[in-house]
């Protein structure tokens, strides 16, 4: 595997950090901004609605630039925004710069992965995104626990330094790594064919699958640090051992989810689903159990990404014909259950529910998701028969025009 690869991972990494780093900021941050949890719990939705607009504006938009280029520039644009989180003065500017980054996240990723499948021959174009998308995962074990720890030592605006900091070391190293002429190759898509092409029912309502089973664990999640501490009576010293002990369950989760996409998606999406519903529930009433609520935080991770990579291929299956959109678009969908769930999370805390209605809430959409698998499956089951699921299409490789 080139090394170039390794340095998108780290890009991916660094920027993933701040994208999850907050759950184990909000504390801080909102008694600094002198604003209440909820409402700094919203600067989360306000990074992901950047990531809802620019992952296909800036899939569409970055298609006929030179590859490093736009690496560099968004990863550039990712720094100054960050540099300007640091420095905010008030909650206004922070939320604007939290959108900014996200912006450039957004275009980042979609850019990162079309170069790493271009750098590689056609037999590792999937372990190349897989060593890509490990980043992020990464960044739930490591990077968000070492930004609680640091904002805990130093107050939340060193996390953001910290995140500039290493997302320079990552543009640096990509402008040593990644060739000139990476992933140039002319696009012969237009936007127009795969609109067309993405006008599938199915497709949607796996969108909406998406939406709900991402939102229904990242609502609990971005509001972890305060739960920990307020119901279960954990220390803040241990917030980050149980954001990494997600995490590791997180990365368990992927592992037996790529195991399991190919052959058995619905089932896998079923039961990850299900089970992330029941843990949800269960930390709801549990909450003030310390060991419980520890061990259900593990199962979180695990049930809560073991649906991922069905989530990320099955959209490829379900419409060939738009292979630049519909990931993009599936990214927005992950990030409109990452824009609404920590929205509904801290309407319920306003309404006087406290911290572990927040786990009500993610069974309440972890429920719709659940609804929504058992149609699907329901619909594929009537168009294939009992065998469905063992006759799923193949992934179609992956190349430049695919990402």
Partial sequence: MPLAVYILGLGIFTQGTSEFMLSGLLPGMAADLGVSIPDAGLLISAFAIGMVVGAPLLAIATLGWPRRTALVALQAV????????????????????????????????????????????????????????????????????????????AGWRAAFWGVAALTLISLLCALLAIPAGAGTQ??????????????????????????????????????LA???????????????????LFGVGGLIGMALGGRLAQDYPIRTLATGIGVLVLASAAL??????????????????????????????????????????????????????????????????????GFASVAWVGAA????????????????????????????????ELTTSTL
């Fill in 78 to 153: 990712f720094i100054a925004a960050h540099v300007a989180s640091a420095l905010a003065p008030n909650y206004g500017v922070l939320f604007a710069t939290r959108i900014v980054s996200a912006l450039a996240y957004a275009g980042f990723w979609g850019v990162a992965v079309a170069t790493a499948v271009a750098l590689v021959p056609a037999t590792a174009k999937g372990k190349a995104v897989a060593v890509v998308a490990g980043g992020l995962t990464l960044a739930t074990i490591v990077g968000v626990p070492a930004g609680t720890v640091l904002s805990q030592f």
């Fill in 186 to 223: 002319d696009e012969t898509r237009t936007v127009r064919a795969e609109l067309r092409a993405m006008a599938r029912p199915q497709l949607w309502l796996s969108y909406a699958i998406t939406a709900f089973a991402f939102g229904a664990v990242i609502v609990t999640f971005s509001y």
């Fill in 226 to 244: 305060a739960l920990l501490t307020d119901v279960s009576g954990l220390p803040e010293g241990w917030v980050p051992a149980v954001l990494a």
């Fill in 284 to 353: 709801a009433l549990l909450a003030s159990h310390a060991v419980v609520t520890i061990g259900l935080v593990f199962v979180l991770g695990i049930a809560g990404y073991v649906t991922n990579p069905v989530l990320q291929s099955r959209v490829f299956v379900l419409a060939p014909g738009a292979p630049t959109l519909v990931g993009a678009t599936n990214t927005a969908a992950f990030n409109i259950g990452n824009t609404l769930a920590p929205m509904f999370g801290g309407m319920a805390i306003s309404a006087g529910l």
């Fill in 365 to 396: 959409l972890g429920t719709a998701g659940l609804l929504g698998t058992l149609w699907a499956g329901y619909v594929q089951y009537r168009s294939s028969g009992p065998h469905f699921e063992a006759t799923t299409e193949p992934l179609p």
